[in-house]
């Protein structure tokens, strides 16, 4: 799928008047889909906590 300018400037313009400033787009069909895919749009002055999962082999 190629992201259209339409597409990223609307996700982008909802992510302005959401409450965390940021909004995503999924590009897969159904949420049973075996990889899921989304766009994510994060305005300035958006706050993004570290995630920390000190029980996980992820890294």
């Given amino acids: 799928m190629l992201l259209i300018q339409r597409v990223i400037d609307t996700v982008s313009s909802n992510a302005k008047f959401s409450l965390w400033l940021r909004m995503n787009f999924n590009l897969h069909t159904s949420f049973g889909d075996m990889v899921q895919r989304m766009f994510n749009a994060l305005e300035p002055e ?9 029980y996980s082999n992820e890294t």
């Avoid at 958006?46 to 000190?54: E, H």
């Fill in 46 to 54: 958006t706050k993004v906590p570290i995630a920390r999962y000190p």
